[in-house]
């Protein structure tokens, strides 16, 4: 079974910086596209990132582009998020996906 599991999230101030894992099993880790969803109280979910094994890909949602980084290390079978100057609009529950794999999100919230 695929197993996801995102962890890293906690309160950050704005302007501040995270990073968030995603630990994958159950499938094999050389040939995968690993998406990074956010959903905010009220809001509908939104995908922000996605990195492809297959080419090298990496997509960015308009408004977390120059700001996040996806990444990922086939050794430790993890894709990474790297937040930096976080907004208070970036504040939701994230969640990583395989496929029509979801794991457990994990919560950021930017306030001051």
């Known amino acids: 079974d695929v197993q996801l599991q995102a962890c890293g999230g906690g309160l950050v101030q704005p302007g501040g910086s995270l990073r968030l894992s995603c630990a994958a099993s159950?499938?094999?880790?050389?040939?995968?596209?690993i998406g990074w969803f956010r959903q905010a109280p009220g809001k509908e979910r939104e995908g922000i990132s996605c990195?492809?094994?297959?080419?090298?890909?990496?997509y960015y949602e308009d408004s977390v582009r120059g700001r996040f980084t996806i990444s990922s290390d086939s050794a430790k079978n993890t894709v990474y998020l790297q937040m930096n100057s976080l907004k208070p609009e970036d504040t939701g529950m994230y969640y990583c996906?395989?496929?029509?794999?979801r794991g457990q999100g994990t919560q950021v919230t930017v306030s001051s």
């Open positions: 990195i492809s094994s297959s080419d090298g890909s990496r």
């Open positions: 159950g499938f094999t880790f050389d040939d995968y596209t």
């Open positions: 996906t395989h496929g029509t794999s």
